[in-house]
């Protein structure tokens, strides 16, 4: 069936997301929105994707876990996972390898953690925008070892694209699905033979895509997308 999706998606746990992209309106537009499946992508942690989950089984959205690593080459990674358990565990190592830098959040905007129908669960100290000390060679190992999948995110986008940030995308066999911006130019060899995923990267609730974009799934669950996800990756 076509699943309409979008899968790249920050919550107000990211200092650059509004801090109305709580888990349920977040959620909540993306059923507006007509989609059936999204993926919240947090920087460096995935401590709202538990929240997302619960607000998609009231609004009947599907969530595949996620996150937005970023590299100490400052290329944005997606990570996918199969569970929830595998997200959570790879999102607190992940956060672990962040420099002891704190946010300020006048600065860099909130860091809110929701729980229980969005209520508030705290924050996370440590600014989440910054680099890891993980190269992309040991983002994808970490991301493997966790069970899951990495996506390099708007390959094509400024510097923290893979293109801008190691200067050439890598080729086949490595990374077979990228996550293309659209409306803007991408070289043509960085993307032959390779799946391409269209998301959003909203960052605020008006920006969370229309049925624009989609997935031919067994059927619209978490499962079922990564199950598709991982058959490209091999
Ligand atoms: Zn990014
Ligand atoms: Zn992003």
Redesign the pocket.
Known sequence: MEVFCDLHLHSCLSPCGDDEMTPWNLVGMACVNGLSLIALTDHNTTRNVPEAIEAGKEYGVAVLPGM?ITSKEEA?ILGYFPTLEDALAAGDEVYDCLPAIENDPSLFGNQLIKTTGDQDGGILSKLLINATSLSVDEVEALVKRHNGITVP??INRGH?GMIGALGLMPFLPQFPIVEVSAGLDCPAYATKGRFQLHSS?AHRLEDVQGPVFSLQLEEATPEAAFRFLKSIYG
């Open positions: 937005e944005h995110a708007h923290n990267d």
